[in-house]
T-cell receptor
Framework: QKEVEQDPGPLSVPEGAIVSLNCTYS??????FMWYRQYSRKGPELLMY????GNKEDGRFTAQVDKSSKYISLFIRDSQPSDSATYLC??????????FGQGTTLQVKP | EAGVTQFPSHSVIEKGQTVTLRCDPI?????LYWYRRVMGKEIKFLLH????????ESGMPNNRFLAERTGGTYSTLKVQPAELEDSGVYFC???????????????FGSGTRLTVV
C-alpha cells in the first residue's frame, strides 16, 4: 500500500467551477501536509502548507486535513484556465523526506 | 532571490554511460534533497543533505548512484553506469529550517529529464 494515495485523473472542469482534489494517507505519524502545483516541464511549486488537522485558506484555495480519516483535500474556487496543472499532495513525519501522491492532472476549460 | 537551478535540463545517454546532474540550491539553504519521478509513478525521495553531510540516503536505488555536496553549496548526482530504468525526471529541492527547526516546504528546481537509450 502506498503511503499517500491520489487519483491521477485527469480531471476536466469548466472555468468558474469549484474543484475538489483529494488524497488519503496511511501513516499516522504524518503531521505536515502540503499541496504542490506543477506546470508542464517545471518543478513542483508549493501552494499550501498545513500542520495537523484543520482548514487553511489562501485566496481561491482551501486546504483541509482530517487526521481521523487520514484524508487531505484541496478546493479551488472560481477555477481559471491558468489553474490547469498537475496537483500533488505530499506529507512527511518530521524530519525530512516528503512522500508524494501520484498527482492529479487538472484541466480548466474556458 | 534566485531559485533552485538544475542542469542540464535534458540529457540523453546510452546505456552504460555516465551522467552527472548538478543542482544549485537557494543560497543559504542548508537542506538539499534529490527526488526522482519515473514515468507513470509518483515523485520519490532519493536523499537529503544537511550542509555537506548526507542526512538520509535511504531512497538511493543502488550503488550506481553517487551524490555529493561540495562545501555545503551545490550538489551533483552521478549515475554510473546508467541503465534503462534510470530514465526519469530528477528534481532537486532546497529548504531552510526556522529557528524552531520547522520546515515549511521545499523549493524545487525544474528538474533534469534523463533518458537512457
Amino acid at each position: 500500500q502506498k503511503e499517500v494515495e491520489q487519483d491521477p485523473g485527469p480531471l476536466s472542469v469548466p472555468e468558474g467551477a469549484i474543484v475538489s482534489l483529494n488524497c488519503t494517507y496511511s501513516n499516522s505519524a504524518f503531521q505536515y501536509f502540503m499541496w504542490y502545483r506543477q506546470y508542464s516541464r517545471k518543478g513542483p511549486e508549493l501552494l499550501m502548507y498545513t500542520y495537523s488537522s484543520g482548514n487553511k485558506e489562501d485566496g481561491r484555495f482551501t486546504a483541509q486535513v482530517d487526521k481521523s480519516s487520514k484524508y487531505i483535500s484541496l478546493f479551488i474556487r472560481d477555477s481559471q484556465p491558468s489553474d490547469s496543472a498537475t496537483y500533488l499532495c505530499a506529507s512527511y513525519p518530521p524530519p525530512g523526506k516528503l512522500i508524494f501522491g501520484q498527482g492529479t492532472t487538472l484541466q480548466v476549460k474556458p | 532571490e534566485a531559485g533552485v537551478t538544475q542542469f542540464p535540463s535534458h540529457s540523453v545517454i546510452e546505456k552504460g554511460q555516465t551522467v552527472t546532474l548538478r543542482c544549485d540550491p537557494i543560497s543559504g539553504h542548508d537542506n538539499l534533497y534529490w527526488y526522482r519521478r519515473v514515468m507513470g509513478k509518483e515523485i520519490k525521495f532519493l536523499l537529503h543533505f544537511v550542509k555537506e553531510s548526507k542526512q538520509d540516503e535511504s531512497g538511493m536505488p543502488n550503488n550506481r548512484f553517487l551524490a555529493e555536496r561540495t562545501g555545503g553549496t551545490y550538489s551533483t548526482l552521478k549515475v554510473q553506469p546508467a541503465e534503462l530504468e534510470d530514465s526519469g525526471v530528477y528534481f532537486c529541492a532546497s529548504s531552510q529550517d526556522d529557528v524552531q527547526g520547522k520546515n515549511y516546504g521545499y523549493t524545487f528546481g525544474s528538474g533534469t529529464r534523463l533518458t537512457v537509450v
